[in-house]
């Protein structure tokens, strides 16, 4: 048995070696003239790559010492792919406005693997505006309207937990925060029990398996990450095949899953086929707006967090808009739909931590047709990523880059200068969802605590989505 599974993984590394060998070598001819390094041979540069996550600026430093030495425009190689890095407002313009087809999305080859074939992240075209059509219901204002009072009481529930002089980890309970709300809103699972453990757990193990290596081999992050994602789809077989075998399995559940099914039971032939997903495409996009309702959100929620602890000016006056709506509720401690429209300053700071956070470091695309981006000519089928950590951090747009403003967000900003939430007919589909649940948190949390770091650590997790390595553990004091 363990010489099988040693043949198994030598097996699995030669045939990883193998087709990273040939993906470093094909694409670099089609790159010629553009500046750049392919690194070392198979791997690239993508161990300074990853590495240069852990830093506090993030990938800002692998950006900037080679556009010092090649420009804002160069090639590399890192996790198993050659790729083009381009930054700035025409670029950005370029890769994201969708404008004649000029590029399409290119996960890289984990993220692909993992999400499925059918996911809005992994189709393009038609059938991807299909699809985002499809799914758009869950995020809808008036979905969100739905679950308002869920977020509230979740969201009030996980901050009585802080109690005073308990160490918190405020990445895990925004974490769980985030995982709780979308999963109810998806399937309708329950926030407590031995369910959403199961589920948590399944989602851990998958959002750490993105930015892995793309080796199938038993122990690393990918191999674990498709299997802790067949363990969810397992779940997911289950629900589906429990609210189809009885009517009453679906009573009750005005969620993603059972609007779908719904149209499922329609019929089938005619107009009414477009309105279907097939059970693969289901589960794929589940995890899908799972991943897309959870990570960034989850991560911002933090970051904001963090910048509040060490900006106490800016906490004041965030302080002050939510304890005037607070005066306005007369005792009321949920927050009602009407107040979200009374909060301008918070959605300042939620701005500012998205750009100086830069929580997405860049995008990436495939050239759809061939293009010229500052007299380099990118040929059809190049892999090209938006830094657009950069973006965020441009002296010329965003005067003292390092400090936490919120207030130049008052200015209006030129185009493709702030991409918190991406922009053009890829921007993320969780906007909506991810603005009320932090404005909703940051209420409950500004009205109830003051807080201090128990740690100064700014280094990052060496992750897609960035945020803190330490996960932010702070001492919360009640007011």
Not at 296 to 315: C, H
Not at 349 to 374: C, G, H
């Amino acid at each position: 048995m363990a010489a099988a599974v040693l043949v198994a993984a030598v097996c699995g590394l030669v045939a990883g070696a193998w087709w990273m060998t040939r993906s470093w070598r094909r694409p670099s001819e089609a790159m010629h003239g553009i500046p750049g390094t392919m690194g070392w041979p198979v791997v690239g540069e993508t161990f300074a790559f990853i590495a240069a996550f852990s830093n506090p600026s993030g990938i800002l430093s692998f950006m900037r010492d080679r556009q010092k030495r090649f420009g804002k425009v160069f090639k590399t190689y890192v996790l198993g792919r050659t790729t083009v890095f381009m930054t700035g407002r025409e670029a950005a313009k370029i890769l994201l406005s969708g404008k004649d087809g000029v590029v399409s999305l290119n996960l890289f080859y984990t993220g692909k693997q993992v999400l499925g074939p059918t996911s809005l992240l992994t189709t393009n075209g038609d059938e991807h505006r299909r699809l985002r059509r499809l799914i758009a219901h869950p995020l809808s204002v008036d979905a969100l309207k739905k679950h308002f009072s869920f977020i509230n009481a979740l969201a009030i529930q996980t901050l009585s937990s802080w109690s005073s002089g308990r160490r918190i980890l405020v990445l895990n309970e925004a974490s769980s925060f985030t995982l709780k709300v979308i999963a109810n809103m998806l399937v309708s699972l329950e926030p407590e029990g031995e369910e959403q453990e199961k589920f948590r757990a399944n989602f851990k193990v998958i959002s750490s398996s993105f930015a892995s290596l793309p080796l199938k081999l038993p122990g690393t992050a990918f191999h674990e990450g498709l299997k802790a994602r067949n363990r969810m789809y397992a779940m997911l077989d289950d629900v589906i095949a429990r609210r189809r075998a009885s009517a009453d399995a679906g009573a009750g559940h005005d969620d993603f899953l059972q609007m779908l099914l719904m149209k499922h039971a329609r019929g089938s032939g005619g107009e009414d086929d477009e309105e279907k997903l097939t059970d693969a495409q289901l589960k794929d996009n589940i995890l899908t707006l799972l991943v897309a309702g959870h990570d960034t959100t989850t991560a911002g929620l933090t970051w904001l967090v963090k910048f509040l602890g060490e900006n106490p000016d800016v906490l004041q006056k965030l302080r002050e808009e939510h304890m005037g709506i607070k005066e306005e509720l007369g005792g009321e401690e949920h927050l009602r739909w009407s107040d979200m429209n009374n909060m301008p300053y918070t959605n300042k700071v939620m701005n500012e931590t998205l750009r100086r956070a830069t929580i997405l470091p860049w995008y990436s695309r495939k050239a759809a047709q061939d293009f010229t981006i500052d007299g380099y000519q990118v040929e059809k089928g190049t892999s090209v990523n938006l830094d657009v950590v950069s973006i965020h951090h441009d002296a010329t747009v965003f005067a003292d880059p390092e400090k936490f403003n919120p207030d130049r967000f008052d200015s209006t900003l030129k185009p493709y200068s702030f991409l918190g939430f991406g922009s053009g007919p890829r921007m993320c589909p969780g906007m909506s969802l991810a603005k009320l649940e932090i404005c909703v948190f940051v209420h409950h949390l500004v009205c109830r605590y003051d807080w201090k770091p128990m740690e100064e650590d700014n280094s990052v997790q060496p992750t897609l989505v960035r945020m803190p390595k330490n996960k932010y553990p702070i001492l919360a004091t009640a007011l």
